[in-house]
């Protein structure tokens, strides 16, 4: 990262702080990850690189998840989605919704959350993203589950599973067996 700033290679320096940014949340060293990811909100604003600004709010949105800081969570993904509906880049825009509809069902906004996650789906259908759909489907089952309509989260969980093995997705495939575990 150094060797970048003494070059002036902005576009990969802002790569390689988000990479960074996205490999410190991993570790949960969310100071570490929020100062580089911060320094690449600043690089990308000053070279108008809205791409690059989507991926660390992205980042800095998740760690605003898992730190429980809802509001602000919320505030960076909403951000991130508006750019990436202005970019025209719907794919991009399913993350943002599905991180969106976790942060609404965490605040107990299911109705929110269900709209979210609907909508995410929705564009994954039209890109034919099946992990997305699977994903989508999961994080509804899981709200129907929270208001207890087993027999609608059983379903969604059905369908969800479905596609992960259609894909070949053990990870999903474990996730949604342990969820299904838990009604």
Do not use: P, W
């Not at 995410?120 to 699977?134: F, L, T």
């Not at 589950?145 to 479905?162: G, I, N, R, V």
């Amino acid at each position: 990262i150094d060797v970048l700033h003494k070059v002036d290679a902005q576009a990969e320096l802002v790569f390689s702080l988000n990479y960074l940014g996205a490999v410190h949340r991993h570790l949960h060293e969310y100071a570490a990850a929020q100062r580089v990811l911060e320094e690449s909100c600043q690089i990308c604003q000053a070279r108008n690189d809205r791409f690059g600004l989507t991926v660390a709010l992205n980042i800095l949105g998740q760690i605003a998840y898992e730190e429980e800081a809802y509001e602000r969570a919320q505030t960076f993904l909403t951000e991130s989605l508006a750019v990436k509906q202005a970019l025209g880049d719907q794919r991009g825009a399913i993350f943002s919704l599905l991180y969106l509809g976790l942060v609404a069902r965490a605040q107990d906004d299911y109705a929110r959350a269900i709209r979210l996650f609907q909508e995410g789906i929705q564009i994954s259908e039209q890109h034919g993203d099946r992990r997305s759909i699977a994903l989508g489907l999961s994080n509804l089952a899981e709200v129907e589950a929270l208001m207890d309509h087993t027999a609608a989260a059983e379903k969604l969980y059905a369908e969800s599973l479905q596609i992960y093995a259609d894909i070949s997705n053990v990870q999903g495939m474990v996730t949604v067996h342990m969820k299904l575990g838990d009604l």
